[in-house]
């Protein structure tokens, strides 16, 4: 069933349709391990999928990080050499780096993206009625098409990430030497002096989550794509503000986790 | 090249990168937190452990030798600090080590310093022994003790200020004792007079300290009188003696005022010659008589020397005189 089908609401237009694209991606995430865990396995597109986010988002992923990382140390010098911290912009720029700023960039970048792509891309063979042909050619369009994809950006997300802190670490060494002339072998044991287990790990986690919900909402919209153009351009619209949001509020529910659990 | 192995290739560096770099943060982190050093445990406990935390780095004499395991309430007051340190470092550890919490820095980390024991027992640290601590300096006391410094400086400052404008300000008593030579002179002389009497006083103090040793020696009266427990015997009879001649002269002094007071009252000879005037001038003329009479007995023993009777007695008399001075001059 879908909204407004018949012009009855349950409470409004707006209301029911929020709660209709919410069980939509409740739907659609339980098809795709229902349908993904079973044979035959398209390890071909995953791997192509693969390809074209990480490969292709990796330039702009890590020049983002690069700058971010530069930016974040630049900006921070100052107020910490007035209450004199300076010492301490390795370890603020690491612990910074890793625990929010690398993840939640690259998931941010990846959501505008790559959720814009899959989500046109699939929305554009809705409207084509390429899937309708996949379905009568006998491939089984949600697994080739959708499950491939949510998986590569499960996969791709947490490897871009560890790029993305890489750089960003790099980016803000190279800050940090603008005004200071510090060591890289120092930079990098002061960076790894002040990072904890607890830091990484959840940062780690979560991005697996940011790339399952990129995938899932751009693979959601797009395949549930109406309207014609109109609509695939709209899905794509939908699905990287509804991405933006959920990457968000991951974040937000992983960093209340840590801190309840001590770790912060 | 197929296109699509090209993109294989490329797919599988990059991804193998990524978990290389993955893989080698890890280990870094690791080797950080002493994750792959062997360690032992040890514990120390304080009363407060505001900014410790797991992971926390703990140094020996400013070198990390290990991180902090947990951190836990053992009762109202006493916090429970358990560290790991490295198997390396144990044999630098002693039993009588004292732990205490300090931050890297003003604004650093919190950590905990390891400083070896004043006894220096020279026994190894065991496994799970509980470290002696000092409780952390309070940075809300500091602050307080720095609000207080503050405060005094302040006023110190202001009479700073007062003493330095007294020196300014012109024909002021200050500035008089900082610009007037002569009286920088004077004080010159004085500190020159001073320190003379300093030399005169040390002789005397030598001296006195000399005078000293002799009495304590025994040597010379004084010593004898503080030393000398014979001498002090007779000194004490001495007393003694004076004190009964004393007691008799009171009592005879009190004889002499009964005396007095009688003579004074009484009508009796005495009382008649001290205060009777009429008596006084009855003697008084009799003394005048007597004088005349004995002037009259002169003249007549004058008269009868030249007698022709008694002229011979006289004589006789004149001779054996003559005769005694001549023996005693003999």
């Given at each position: 069933?879908?909204?407004?089908?018949?012009?009855?609401?349950?409470?409004?237009?707006?209301?029911?349709?929020?709660?209709?694209?919410?069980?939509?991606?409740?739907?659609f995430?339980?098809?795709?391990?229902?349908?993904?865990?079973?044979?035959?396995?398209?390890?071909?597109?995953?791997?192509?999928?693969?390809?074209?986010?990480?490969?292709?988002s990796?330039?702009?992923?890590?020049?983002?990080?690069?700058?971010l990382?530069?930016?974040?140390?630049?900006?921070?010098?100052?107020?910490?050499?007035?209450?004199?911290?300076?010492?301490?912009?390795?370890?603020?720029?690491?612990?910074?780096?890793?625990?929010?700023?690398?993840?939640?960039?690259?998931?941010?970048?990846?959501?505008?993206?790559?959720?814009?792509?899959?989500?046109?891309?699939?929305?554009?063979?809705?409207?084509?009625?390429?899937?309708?042909?996949?379905?009568?050619?006998?491939?089984?369009?949600?697994?080739?098409?959708?499950?491939?994809?949510?998986?590569?950006?499960?996969?791709?997300?947490?490897?871009?990430t560890?790029?993305?802190?890489?750089?960003?670490?790099?980016?803000?060494?190279?800050?940090?030497?603008?005004?200071?002339?510090?060591?890289?072998?120092?930079?990098?044991?002061?960076?790894?002096?002040?990072?904890h287990?607890t830091?990484?790990?959840?940062?780690?986690?979560?991005?697996?989550?940011?790339?399952?919900?990129?995938?899932?909402?751009?693979?959601?919209?797009?395949?549930?794509?109406?309207?014609?153009?109109?609509?695939?351009?709209?899905?794509?619209?939908?699905?990287?503000?509804?991405?933006?949001?959920?990457?968000?509020?991951?974040?937000?529910v992983?960093?209340?986790?840590?801190?309840?659990?001590?770790?912060? | 090249?197929?296109?699509?192995?090209?993109?294989?290739?490329?797919?599988?560096?990059?991804?193998?990168?990524?978990?290389?770099?993955?893989?080698?943060?890890?280990?870094?982190?690791?080797?950080?937190?002493?994750?792959?050093e062997?360690?032992?445990?040890?514990?120390?406990?304080?009363?407060?452990?505001?900014?410790?935390?797991?992971?926390?780095?703990?140094?020996?004499?400013?070198?990390?030798?290990?991180?902090?395991k947990?951190?836990?309430?053992?009762?109202?007051t006493?916090?429970?600090?358990?560290m790991?340190?490295?198997?390396?470092?144990?044999?630098?550890?002693?039993?009588?080590?004292?732990?205490?919490?300090?931050?890297?820095?003003?604004?650093?980390?919190?950590?905990?310093?390891?400083?070896?024991?004043?006894?220096?027992?020279?026994?190894?640290?065991?496994?799970?022994?509980?470290?002696?601590?000092?409780?952390?300096?309070?940075?809300?006391?500091?602050?307080?003790?720095?609000?207080?410094?503050?405060?005094?400086?302040?006023?110190?400052?202001?009479?700073?200020?007062?003493?330095?404008?007294?020196l300014?300000?012109?024909?002021?008593?200050?500035?008089?004792?900082?610009?007037?030579?002569?009286?920088?002179?004077?004080?010159?002389?004085?500190?020159?007079?001073?320190?003379?009497?300093?030399?005169?006083?040390?002789?005397?103090?030598?001296?006195?300290?000399?005078?000293?040793?002799?009495?304590?020696?025994?040597?010379?009266?004084?010593?004898?009188?503080?030393?000398?427990?014979?001498?002090?015997?007779?000194?004490?009879?001495?007393?003694?003696?004076?004190?009964?001649?004393?007691?008799?002269?009171?009592?005879?002094?009190?004889?002499l005022?009964?005396?007095?007071?009688?003579?004074?009252?009484?009508?009796?000879?005495?009382?008649m010659?001290?205060?009777?005037?009429?008596?006084?001038?009855?003697?008084?003329?009799?003394?005048?008589?007597?004088?005349?009479?004995?002037?009259?007995l002169?003249?007549?023993?004058?008269?009868?020397?030249?007698?022709?009777?008694?002229?011979?007695?006289?004589?006789k008399?004149?001779?054996?005189?003559?005769?005694?001075?001549?023996?005693?001059?003999?």
């Amino acid at each position: 069933m879908e909204p407004n089908q018949k012009n009855e609401t349950v409470f409004s237009k707006v209301i029911d349709e929020f709660f209709y694209g919410i069980a939509e991606l409740v739907q659609f995430s339980f098809k795709v391990f229902k349908i993904g865990i079973q044979p035959p396995y398209e390890f071909r597109e995953v791997w192509n999928q693969c390809y074209e986010i990480g490969i292709k988002s990796f330039i702009l992923v890590g020049t983002t990080a690069f700058i971010l990382g530069l930016v974040l140390v630049m900006q921070s010098r100052p107020t910490m050499v007035e209450f004199g911290a300076g010492a301490f912009l390795p370890a603020m720029s690491s612990i910074s780096i890793v625990r929010e700023i690398g993840p939640l960039v690259t998931a941010l970048i990846c959501a505008g993206k790559i959720g814009s792509g899959i989500s046109a891309e699939l929305g554009s063979m809705k409207v084509t009625e390429q899937i309708d042909a996949m379905e009568v050619s006998g491939t089984n369009p949600f697994k080739y098409l959708v499950a491939t994809r949510i998986i590569a950006t499960t996969l791709m997300i947490p490897i871009l990430t560890v790029y993305a802190d890489f750089i960003s670490l790099i980016g803000a060494f190279f800050g940090s030497n603008i005004k200071d002339n510090i060591n890289i072998n120092y930079y990098f044991n002061r960076v790894f002096e002040s990072l904890h287990y607890t830091d990484v790990i959840p940062s780690f986690t979560k991005t697996f989550f940011f790339g399952f919900t990129i995938g899932l909402v751009g693979c959601t919209k797009g395949y549930n794509s109406k309207k014609g153009t109109e609509g695939v351009g709209k899905a794509a619209n939908v699905s990287v503000v509804l991405s933006m949001v959920g990457v968000i509020v991951i974040d937000m529910v992983v960093t209340q986790i840590t801190s309840m659990m001590g770790y912060l | 090249m197929d296109s699509t192995i090209k993109k294989s290739i490329l797919l599988g560096f990059f991804v193998l990168i990524g978990i290389i770099l993955f893989i080698i943060g890890i280990f870094q982190i690791g080797a950080k937190n002493e994750m792959f050093e062997k360690t032992f445990p040890i514990t120390a406990k304080f009363t407060n452990a505001t900014g410790l935390k797991l992971g926390s780095n703990v140094r020996y004499n400013g070198v990390k030798v290990g991180i902090v395991k947990t951190v836990k309430l053992i009762n109202d007051t006493l916090v429970q600090v358990d560290m790991q340190i490295e198997e390396s470092k144990r044999s630098f550890i002693h039993k009588d080590a004292i732990a205490t919490i300090s931050s890297d820095g003003l604004m650093g980390d919190k950590l905990i310093s390891i400083i070896p024991g004043k006894n220096n027992t020279g026994q190894q640290i065991q496994n799970f022994d509980l470290l002696q601590t000092h409780n952390p300096l309070n940075t809300e006391e500091v602050l307080q003790t720095l609000s207080e410094s503050n405060e005094n400086i302040k006023v110190i400052t202001e009479n700073l200020k007062m003493v330095s404008t007294e020196l300014t300000t012109k024909n002021g008593p200050a500035q008089m004792l900082y610009k007037d030579t002569t009286l920088a002179k004077n004080l010159k002389q004085s500190f020159i007079n001073l320190d003379a009497i300093t030399g005169k006083v040390l002789i005397v103090s030598n001296t006195l300290e000399n005078i000293t040793m002799q009495i304590q020696n025994g040597d010379g009266a004084l010593g004898k009188i503080i030393n000398d427990t014979g001498f002090t015997n007779n000194l004490t009879n001495t007393f003694n003696k004076l004190n009964a001649t004393s007691n008799e002269l009171n009592r005879v002094s009190n004889g002499l005022s009964i005396f007095i007071e009688h003579a004074n009252t009484s009508k009796g000879a005495i009382n008649m010659l001290l205060a009777d005037t009429a008596f006084a001038a009855n003697v008084q003329q009799s003394m005048q008589n007597i004088k005349k009479a004995s002037i009259g007995l002169n003249q007549n023993m004058e008269a009868l020397k030249h007698n022709f009777l008694t002229r011979s007695y006289f004589r006789k008399q004149e001779k054996i005189n003559n005769k005694i001075k001549e023996s005693e001059n003999k």
